[in-house]
């Protein structure tokens, strides 16, 4: 009676090596979302590089028009330059708050981001407007189209970043500092700092250099 009852409904004996799936088995999403996150990272440090290394071959193709020495208003620069630095501090801040768990800390702290960030494109989009009235438009030469890509590139991205800075946040409010929620800020923190870098390369080789020039 043992022996049949040991039996499969097949009829055959089971084998003891056959392999079962485990659903007690732990799994790592983050792991693989960190790594796709890097892998977008990449892709996007080559859409820059494409993009600074268009504006390095017509940086100085002005077709008779005004060159950068004319256009750009450093100080101006020099202070959306700022709030954006700023705002990857206060990005750090609201990364230390979340390991601290304190949910009302990454709210604020991301908040503060998120204005710092618009207070970045609102600059932007005033110069762009300005340039434009001025009649430094893309279409002017090939310096100012390779200018207005390049930059304006930068700024979607930043404009992106604020679209999904403000997702997040509503994510966080509502569900809390979940496993998950902590991976796409730390996702998000990532994409942030690089855009800090990116236009670290931008002040200096399109603006302070076109200055100097």
Not at 96 to 121: D, N
Not at 129 to 158: D, K, M, W, Y
Request: glycine share 12%; proline share 3%; charged share 10%.
């Amino acid at each position: 009676m043992s022996d049949a009852m040991s039996l499969p409904a097949t009829g055959r004996p089971a084998d003891p090596t056959a392999a079962f799936l485990d659903l007690e088995g732990h799994h790592h999403p983050e792991n693989g979302s960190l790594l796709g996150f890097w892998i977008y990272l990449m892709s996007d440090l080559l859409i820059f590089a494409c993009l600074f290394a268009t504006f390095g071959v017509l940086g100085r193709s002005y077709a008779a028009g005004p060159s950068g020495a004319e256009l750009f208003d450093l100080t101006l620069v020099a202070v959306n330059t700022a709030l954006l630095l700023l705002s990857s501090l206060t990005y750090g801040f609201a990364m230390i708050a979340m390991q601290a768990g304190s949910k009302r800390g990454v709210l604020g702290w991301l908040a503060i981001t998120g204005l710092l960030g618009a207070a970045f494109v609102s600059i932007e989009l005033y110069e762009f407007a300005h340039l434009i009235h001025e009649g430094a438009g893309p279409q002017r030469s090939a310096f100012l189209t390779s200018f207005f890509a390049l930059v304006g590139t930068h700024g979607l991205h930043v404009s992106f970043g604020i679209v999904w800075l403000l997702t997040l946040m509503l994510q966080v409010g509502r569900f809390g500092l979940t496993g998950a929620n902590q991976r796409r800020l730390l996702c998000l923190s990532m994409f942030w700092h690089f855009l800090d870098l990116v236009w670290i390369g931008v002040f200096t080789f399109v603006y302070l250099m076109g200055v100097l020039q």
